[in-house]
C-alpha cells in the first residue's frame, strides 16, 4: 500500500511539468520548484529531497530550499482512513536506487557506532497531516525496492488519522514519552511512535529507536539501515508544511551498541541480586530496580527477566530499555550502563499503571542466571 510506486522515481527522467525542468538527482543551488510525481533534487551535496506523490493523481510542487522544502501546491485529498496522498521528504541515505551523495549507507546495525539526527519543522492549521521521520532497514544492504521493516516517528499528528497496526504500549527515547503502534501495511512491517503533543524540532539518537524496534524482535544487529527521511504524510490539505532543517550523521566501526550478553555460569548458579523498589497508588506504581554484580568477573550487556503481576502494566521507564509482553519483562541496559563490574550495580527504574491490588514480582533472572533477592 504504502509508498509501492516509488520504484518510478528510479527511472532518471526530465521533469517535463511546464513549472519545472530538473533532472531527477539534480542539485538545488536556489529555489527549486518540483512538480513532477517523484521529482527528486540534491541539497548541500549530501541529502535527497525528493516530491514523492503517490496516492493522488493530483499535482502537487514542493520549493526546494538549501535547508529542505516547503509544500507549494497540494490538489488532491484522500480519506482518512485510508493511506495519503504523498510522502514529501529529504534524506540521507538510499531509496529505490536514488542514493545521497557519498552517502555511507546501507550500513549494518551492529557496524553503527552512533546514528544522530536534528530536524525543524514548519506546521500549518486546518489540514490533515502527520510531521514523520522514517527510518528504513532491511535483512539485506538493499538500494532498491521496498525494505522490510518501516520505524515511524510521528512528531505531529492532525486530523483523525491513525498509525498503522495497534497500540502495544509505550516507550521513552529522546527525552519523551511515546505511544507505540505495530503492524503491517502488507509490503513492509511498521513500529510507529507517536508524540504526545506535536514537536516542532528535535534532535536525538537515531540509535535509539533503531535499538528499541531491535528489542521488540522485529529486526536483529545483522540488518542494515538503508536511509533515514523526515517530512510530511498529508491526507487534506497542507500547503504551507515545511522542513525548515534536516541533518544526519550514521558513524560506523562501532559493533553493538549493547553488548551481547554474558553466558550464565557454570551449572546456572546465580552472579546477581536485585533489589526491588516500589510505590504504589490507586491506579498506578513506579519501581527503581537495583541489579548487583555478585559473581567475580564483568558483566558486559545485560538483560533483566522477571514477570509482572496480574494488572501492572509499564508505560515509560529510565536508564533501561524496557518492553513487556502480557506479563512477562525485558529490561535491557542502555549504552551507559552496560558493563557491571564484580561487585559493582546497574540501576534502572520505570512507572506503570495499577488496576487492582499490588505485588512485586517474586524472581528474577540475569542473562539466563536466577538473581537472589535483596
Known sequence: ????????????????????????????????????????TTIQGRYVVQNNRWGTTAQQCINVTNNGFEIRTLNGSSPTNGAPTAYPSVFFGCHYTNCSPGTNLPMQVSQISSATSSISYRYVSGATYNASYDIWLDPSPKRDGVNQMEIMIWLNRQGSIQPIGSVVGTTNLAGRTWE?????????????????????????????????????????????????????????????LAVTSFSANVNGGGGPTNPPPTTPPPGGGASCAVKYTANSWNNGFTADVLVTNTGSSAINGW???YNLPSGQTVTNAWNATV???????????????????????????????????????SSFSLNGATCSRN
Open 1 to 40: 500500500m504504502k509508498r509501492q510506486l516509488r520504484a518510478l522515481a528510479a527511472a532518471g527522467l526530465l521533469l517535463t511539468s511546464s513549472l519545472v525542468a530538473v533532472t531527477l538527482g539534480g542539485t538545488a543551488s536556489a529555489d527549486t520548484l518540483i512538480c513532477e510525481q517523484y521529482g527528486s
Open 180 to 240: 507505540v503502534w505495530r503492524g503491517s501495511n502488507g509490503s513492509n512491517n511498521v513500529i510507529s511512535y507517536v508524540a504526545q503533543s506535536a514537536i516542532s524540532s528535535l534532535n536525538f539518537s537515531v540509535l535509539d529507536f533503531i535499538n528499541d524496534t531491535r528489542n521488540r524482535g522485529a529486526i536483529t544487529n545483522s540488518w542494515y539501515l538503508t536511509s533515514i527521511q523526515a517530512g510530511f504524510e498529508p491526507w487534506q490539505g497542507g500547503v504551507g
Open 303 to 305: 538483560a533483566l527477566n
Open 323 to 361: 518492553s513487556q509482553s502480557g506479563s512477562a519483562v525485558t529490561a535491557r541496559n542502555v549504552g551507559h550502563n552496560g558493563s557491571i563490574a564484580p561487585g559493582g550495580t546497574a540501576s534502572f527504574g520505570y512507572q506503570g499503571t495499577l488496576n487492582g491490588s499490588y505485588s512485586s514480582p
